[in-house]
């Protein structure tokens, strides 16, 4: 089946730093990659969709300076957060759509936790 | 017109009982409607999927109703398990389209022993 592979699970970071989340998908290419934010007991909202080798398109409200996506490759993309504060912890989710007909797949997530 | 609308928020059924959870949308573009299943901590995982031309869809002990003049689709879970203890997510999208995935506001379920 899809899978996903999504790294780091969890990290820690200091105010001010930038950290770099990897998507990747092992077993099919992925056309289309979309990235999420989920806060405690809430649902996931998208932030942004990639497509290979295009800019990211982002949701309103969300800071394209702040949350740099990349998505080099059909197997890849990557989620940077720059200059991270407090307010930028939470669980991050990647999810990528290929050619498998009505299917999206979705990473295991990366708890981020800015001290 | 994007929502996807999701009910109830929290559910509590005994062992073996049959939770339902529902889902209204607005957009009548949309053609694909999947559930997915999240454990804390943990990624969602896609339970069953159905398409506007199907009315209902069983995967094993997951059932999708689907009511298209309505624009209403339900999960049942059937013989429901402690192991079924999480929250439930449905979606929608325009899947040939950019594809984003509009999610319910989830309901976190209960299974008691």
């Known amino acids: 089946g899809a899978v996903v592979s999504q790294h780091p699970s969890w990290v820690i970071c200091k105010s001010g730093t930038s950290v770099k989340i990897e998507c990747r998908s092992l077993d099919f290419q992925a056309t289309t990659m979309f990235w999420y934010r989920q806060f405690p007991k809430q649902s996931l909202m998208l932030m942004a969709t990639s497509n290979e080798g295009s800019k990211a398109t982002y949701e309103q409200g969300v800071e394209k300076d702040k949350f740099l996506i990349n998505h080099a490759s059909l197997t890849l993309s990557t989620l940077t957060v720059t200059s991270a504060h407090p307010e930028d912890s939470s669980f991050y989710i990647c999810s990528a759509k290929g050619q498998i007909r009505y299917g999206y797949t979705f990473g295991s997530g990366t708890r981020l936790t800015v001290v | 017109q994007q929502q996807v609308k999701q009910s109830p928020q929290s559910l509590i059924v005994q062992k073996g009982g049959i939770p339902i959870i529902n889902c209204a949308y607005e957009?009548?573009?949309?053609?694909?409607f999947p559930w997915y299943q999240q454990f804390p901590g943990k990624g969602p995982a896609l339970l069953i999927a159905i398409r506007p031309d199907v009315s209902e869809k069983k995967e094993g002990r997951f059932t999708i109703s689907f009511n298209k003049s309505a624009k209403q689709f339900s999960l049942h879970i059937m013989d429901s398990q402690p192991g079924d203890s999480a929250t439930y997510f449905c979606?929608?999208?325009?899947?040939?389209?950019?594809?984003?995935?509009?999610f319910g506001q989830g309901t976190t379920l209960q299974v008691k022993p």
């Open positions: 957009n009548t573009a949309f053609d694909y």
């Open positions: 979606a929608a999208s325009i899947y040939g389209n950019t594809g984003k995935l509009i």
